[in-house]
């Protein structure tokens, strides 16, 4: 693709992406004349969604109520002193980074989450 992404008959037609199904690949091609590239990049749009673990358990309110997920009486809510907490491993942000186990206090009025 040019390096501004315009077809070069000097009407700056902007390229758009298009499929160029006999070969299989991705090109860009002018709406308005007959300008068509190979794209360099096969990639026209990456969409990453990044999310806490934090964030995660306030979305999904209803984590202490799960029948699916463990629960346990021997890491205490530091919080409310609570003993039952229900638990799951997750990764956080960085994909390079390993597991780690979450904690979420089932006492109703606390909800407090933390990790070991």
């Not at 346990?72 to 186990?101: I, N, S, W, Y």
């Given at each position: 693709?040019s390096?501004s992404?315009?077809?070069?008959?000097?009407?700056?037609?902007m390229?758009y992406?298009?499929?160029?199904?006999?070969?299989?690949?991705?090109?860009?091609?002018?709406?308005?004349?007959?300008?068509?590239?190979?794209?360099?990049?096969?990639?026209?749009?990456?969409?990453?969604?990044?999310?806490?673990?934090?964030?995660?358990?306030?979305?999904?309110?209803?984590?202490?109520?799960?029948?699916?997920l463990?629960?346990?009486?021997?890491?205490?809510?530091?919080k409310?002193?609570?003993?039952?907490?229900?638990?799951?491993?997750?990764?956080?942000?960085?994909?390079?980074?390993?597991?780690?186990?979450?904690?979420?206090?089932?006492?109703?009025?606390?909800?407090?989450?933390?990790?070991?």
């Amino acid at each position: 693709m040019s390096a501004s992404g315009f077809a070069q008959n000097g009407d700056n037609n902007m390229l758009y992406p298009r499929e160029d199904k006999d070969n299989r690949q991705l090109i860009y091609s002018c709406r308005n004349c007959d300008h068509k590239q190979v794209a360099e990049n096969p990639c026209i749009y990456v969409n990453k969604l990044l999310h806490e673990v934090d964030e995660l358990t306030q979305i999904v309110a209803d984590v202490i109520h799960d029948p699916t997920l463990p629960k346990t009486v021997d890491h205490p809510c530091a919080k409310c002193g609570h003993r039952e907490a229900v638990f799951f491993q997750a990764q956080t942000r960085k994909a390079d980074e390993e597991m780690r186990l979450y904690y979420v206090c089932t006492e109703p009025s606390c909800h407090h989450r933390w990790t070991d």
